[in-house]
């Protein structure tokens, strides 16, 4: 479960995102999931959970958007049928043009009055 | 108060990040790839589901190899180092990444591994073997320096793991079918289908068919190292000359 060691650099990433805000509290963590991504979101939210006490974010809420896989052609760009060949018909190879990476999108902060 | 806009619900804050989850473990293989460039090692990660036949594959490449080229690896393994002493006894120097619970190699791994007694071996071989962990999932997602990706998939796991695996499918450059001697016990199995489930997952599928055992493929597996080796300093050459 690759998904623990992910969670473990998500939080890396919410700590130099927010260093500029010492004082703020991560209340959501915007993360897209690509379908190709090799990433299961129901483990990676398990994870997720199992982790934010230790890791000082108590409040933070995972905020999940699942993003289908679509292939297109790397030569004239034309999208490629879900479960097809991937070899267009003008000869071009297809190209994972959504759905292969995990991403952190942004984080909703709350910073507390001085 | 908002003291950036002046805004009256002071307190809500929105940071846009727009990174990768494994952009630190990217970084990281970015750099271990340049250093192995540098040094003219080509790199080569083996990904399989256990028993697939990569420790097979990778002794039968050292027999091929001996005394024309030099090669090195580094095992993962959950607890054991069998695979890297059956390398070490095929003349491979090698070690073996103990990953305990964890079911992939990442960057950092590897180059802990490199700061060990295999460095030296690791920088001067020609063909640096990575045997990743045995899991069709989570190691493909990590790049770990490599030039190419090689899935090893043996001909005894059906012909639908590409349609049901499709990340690992997805990041490799050459799936090694192995233990194709055993084609003629397995009458449900056709290499064909498993072409046609590859190429729903590759956008450029090459498939080539090795027996480890009776020494089948072995050549056109040999010659496609070697052509990576060359692409790989050729884009050494273009690099010193940019
Ligand atoms: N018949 C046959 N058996 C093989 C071949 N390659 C490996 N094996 C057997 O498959 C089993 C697993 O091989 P191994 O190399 O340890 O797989 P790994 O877990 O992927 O490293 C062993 O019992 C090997 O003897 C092959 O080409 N033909
Ligand atoms: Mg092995
Ligand atoms: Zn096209």
């Given at each position: 479960?690759?998904?623990a060691?992910?969670?473990?650099?998500?939080?890396?990433?919410?700590d130099?995102?927010v260093?500029?805000?010492?004082?703020a509290?991560?209340?959501?963590?915007?993360?897209?999931?690509g379908e190709?991504?090799g990433?299961?979101?129901t483990l990676?939210r398990?994870?997720?959970?199992?982790?934010?006490?230790s890791?000082?974010?108590p409040?933070?809420?995972?905020?999940?958007?699942?993003?289908?896989?679509?292939w297109?052609?790397?030569?004239?760009g034309?999208?490629?049928?879900?479960?097809?060949?991937l070899?267009?018909?003008?000869?071009?190879?297809?190209?994972l043009?959504r759905g292969?990476?995990?991403f952190l999108?942004r984080?909703?902060?709350?910073?507390?009055?001085? | 108060?908002c003291?950036t806009?002046?805004?009256?619900?002071?307190?809500?804050?929105?940071?846009?990040?727009?990174?990768?989850l494994?952009?630190?473990?990217?970084a990281?293989?970015?750099?271990?790839r340049?250093?192995?460039t540098?040094?003219?090692?080509?790199?080569?990660?083996?990904?399989?589901?256990?028993?697939?036949?990569?420790t097979?594959l990778?002794?039968?490449?050292?027999r091929?190899?001996a005394?024309?080229h030099?090669l090195?690896?580094v095992?993962?393994?959950l607890a054991?180092?069998h695979?890297?002493?059956?390398?070490?006894?095929?003349?491979v120097?090698s070690?073996?990444?103990t990953?305990?619970?964890?079911?992939?190699?990442?960057?950092?791994?590897?180059?802990?591994?490199?700061?060990?007694e295999?460095?030296a071996?690791?920088?001067?071989c020609?063909?640096?073997?990575?045997?990743n962990?045995?899991?069709?999932?989570c190691?493909?997602i990590?790049?770990?320096?490599?030039h190419?990706?090689?899935v090893a998939?043996?001909v005894?796991?059906?012909v639908?793991k590409?349609?049901k695996?499709?990340?690992?499918?997805r990041?490799?450059?050459?799936?090694?079918?192995?233990?194709?001697?055993?084609l003629?016990?397995?009458p449900?199995?056709?290499?064909a289908?498993?072409?046609?489930a590859?190429?729903r997952?590759?956008?450029?599928?090459e498939?080539?068919?090795?027996s480890?055992?009776?020494g089948?493929g072995?050549d056109?597996?040999l010659?496609?190292?070697?052509?990576?080796?060359?692409?790989?300093?050729?884009?050494?050459?273009?690099?010193f000359g940019?």
């Amino acid at each position: 479960m690759h998904e623990a060691s992910l969670v473990m650099a998500l939080f890396d990433q919410i700590d130099r995102a927010v260093a500029a805000h010492p004082r703020a509290r991560v209340q959501e963590v915007h993360v897209r999931v690509g379908e190709l991504a090799g990433v299961e979101p129901t483990l990676l939210r398990t994870a997720f959970e199992a982790f934010r006490e230790s890791r000082g974010r108590p409040e933070a809420a995972l905020a999940l958007i699942e993003e289908p896989a679509e292939w297109a052609c790397a030569k004239c760009g034309d999208a490629m049928a879900r479960g097809a060949v991937l070899q267009c018909a003008c000869g071009g190879a297809a190209r994972l043009s959504r759905g292969g990476d995990v991403f952190l999108d942004r984080l909703e902060l709350e910073v507390p009055d001085v | 108060m908002c003291d950036t806009c002046g805004c009256g619900d002071a307190n809500l804050v929105s940071v846009d990040v727009h990174q990768s989850l494994l952009s630190a473990n990217d970084a990281q293989a970015a750099a271990l790839r340049l250093r192995f460039t540098g040094d003219g090692v080509t790199v080569v990660n083996v990904m399989r589901s256990p028993g697939s036949g990569k420790t097979a594959l990778l002794e039968a490449t050292a027999r091929a190899f001996a005394g024309r080229h030099r090669l090195a690896a580094v095992s993962g393994d959950l607890a054991t180092s069998h695979d890297a002493d059956r390398l070490a006894r095929a003349g491979v120097p090698s070690a073996a990444i103990t990953t305990g619970t964890t079911c992939h190699l990442d960057a950092a791994m590897v180059e802990r591994a490199l700061q060990g007694e295999i460095g030296a071996a690791a920088r001067a071989c020609e063909y640096f073997f990575i045997e990743n962990v045995g899991n069709l999932v989570c190691p493909a997602i990590y790049d770990l320096g490599q030039h190419a990706n090689v899935v090893a998939l043996s001909v005894t796991e059906g012909v639908d793991k590409p349609l049901k695996y499709p990340v690992m499918f997805r990041h490799a450059d050459l799936v090694v079918l192995t233990k194709v001697d055993l084609l003629p016990h397995l009458p449900e199995v056709s290499v064909a289908a498993i072409r046609d489930a590859l190429a729903r997952v590759m956008p450029e599928p090459e498939l080539i068919e090795v027996s480890a055992t009776k020494g089948a493929g072995l050549d056109a597996w040999l010659g496609w190292l070697e052509q990576r080796r060359a692409a790989a300093l050729a884009s050494r050459c273009e690099g010193f000359g940019s």
